[in-house]
């Protein structure tokens, strides 16, 4: 592979802590109880307006999920590194990618601003060539917009092109852009897996090594 494109939460880093208790923080708000993080867990994966609407429940007002918006992101902002981590085996895997000069990107559902704030506290900004999030393009993931962007920015052919990811949404991505797909089973949502079985399945980041190095 000559570019790896890989998903942030459930993939690079270990962020459900954090995000369940900004997203119950914003249930506080607007006077609703907490939910189990495990029920919060299952939601992340389609950008954060998706995020909240789930979590306050199909029948919110668009007015009540808009101020429960502006509270979640206010208050991740700042608490979107108190409990954050990278997985085993991350940086190091990134480490030897980046020595054999192989250009990465992270291709997020995450709001860009925070995908890099998070990157930048744990280290890793000169590991990627580019960072792109949920507000990046017009639209999300799995529109493929994100992985052509990379692309042509690269000038790497769909051939050696990859996707890594933790969740369905990662998987349809690299199929509807054409690449090839690596999922995580330590993620957020490995069960989606099964539904849409990537090409490899890794159960540790650092196994994608041979799959990269040969």
């Known amino acids: 592979m000559n570019l790896l494109i890989f998903d942030l939460d459930g993939t690079l880093i270990d962020s459900q802590l954090d995000l369940a208790n900004a997203v119950n923080a914003a249930r506080g708000h607007m006077n609703l109880p907490p939910l189990e993080n495990s029920a919060v867990y299952a939601m992340v994966g389609h950008g954060a307006p998706v995020l909240i609407r789930r ?8 007015a009540d999920v808009e101020r429960a918006l502006e509270f979640f992101l206010k208050h991740y902002r700042e608490h979107m590194l108190d409990h954050t981590v990278l997985y085993e085996g ?3 895997t990134l480490d030897s990618f980046r020595a054999r000069g192989l250009p990465m990107a992270i291709l997020t559902n995450k709001p860009v601003n925070f995908s890099v704030s998070i990157i930048a506290g744990l280290g890793l900004t000169d590991h990627f060539f580019r960072i792109y999030g949920g507000n990046s393009f017009d639209f999300k993931k799995p529109h493929p917009v994100g992985v052509n962007a990379l692309l042509e920015e690269s000038g790497v052919g769909r051939e050696k092109a990859c996707m890594v990811g933790d969740s369905a949404v990662d998987i349809r991505t690299a199929r509807n852009a054409g690449i090839r797909s690596y999922g995580v089973t330590y993620g957020f949502q490995p069960e989606s897996l099964a539904a849409e079985p990537p090409d490899v399945l890794l159960d540790n980041f650092s196994g994608l090594m041979p799959f990269v190095l040969g």
Do not use: C, I, Y
């Open 55 to 62: 979590a306050l429940g199909p029948d919110a007002p668009d």
């Open 90 to 92: 991350v940086r190091e």
